[in-house]
């Protein structure tokens, strides 16, 4: 397609469920990003890919968030053992290389823990 | 550290009346800057970036923004609001020096334009 998508676009699990969230960047594009964007705020900075090398993970909350990109392309955002806090919109984001490129978001993926 | 302030949680303004949404920023290098615009249920979308060169940004929609380093602020404006303008906007930031890229976002300001 010629947007970044996202997968499932809704998910609901039970606190204690492991959950992973799936995105498919724009072809072509070498880095990729994870966002989570809690209700009624700006998105915050989770992850970065180059390719398949993790470049950045500091702004994963816990480790129970895992990501992952392994042939540098579509990428794994796994949540394990969730919990009600973990609850907000998961937005992916890519880009081709290069420090002026800009980002292009997928629609998110909306995560509710109950 | 970096962050960015969008003072204001809503703007309303009449149809065919000029707009303005307000960001101003932080950074400790010199700044890269970006509007976004998202509809609900849809994915961010790029409206302008400053870069370099020229303060004023001009973007998709009409929209351009002005870059002022003295008063640290990117302003977002519109000559003429249309009511499909209405939507939730987010102002962030890049430092140059930053080697991952990664945008810092305000935390959006709801536009609403009445006709």
């Known amino acids: 397609g010629a947007g970044v998508s996202q997968s499932p676009r809704y998910k609901v699990a039970k606190r204690g469920q492991d959950v992973a969230l799936r995105c498919d960047p724009i072809?072509?594009?070498?880095?990729l990003f994870w966002y989570q964007q809690a209700l009624g705020q700006g998105p915050e900075f989770l992850t970065y890919?180059?390719?398949?090398?993790?470049?950045?993970k500091s702004g994963l909350p816990s480790d129970r968030f895992f990501a992952e990109r392994p042939e540098g392309s579509v990428s794994t955002l796994k949540i394990q053992r969730t919990q009600q806090e973990d609850s907000a919109v998961y937005l992916c984001?890519?880009?081709?290389?290069?420090?002026?490129?800009?980002?292009?978001f997928g629609p998110g993926t909306r995560l509710t823990v109950t | 550290a970096q962050s960015v302030a969008q003072p204001e949680d809503q703007v309303n303004v009449a149809e065919g009346n000029p707009l303005t949404v307000k960001c101003t920023y932080s950074v400790s290098g010199n700044p890269y800057l970006f509007w976004y615009v998202q509809y609900p249920n849809r994915g961010l979308q790029f409206l302008l970036k400053?870069?370099?060169?020229?303060?004023l940004v001009k973007g998709s929609y009409g929209f351009e923004a002005e870059f002022n380093k003295s008063q640290t602020s990117f302003h977002l404006k519109k000559p003429s609001a249309l009511v499909s303008d209405s939507a939730l906007y987010f102002c962030?930031?890049?430092?140059?020096?930053?080697?991952?890229?990664?945008?810092?976002f305000g935390s959006g300001t709801r536009l609403l334009v009445r006709p």
């Open positions: 072809s072509g594009h070498v880095s």
């Open positions: 984001a890519s880009s081709r290389q290069g420090a002026l490129s800009g980002q292009y």
């Open positions: 400053y870069i370099t060169g020229d303060n």
């Open positions: 890919f180059q390719n398949e090398a993790q470049l950045d």
């Open positions: 962030a930031v890049r430092d140059r020096g930053d080697s991952s890229y990664k945008l810092i």
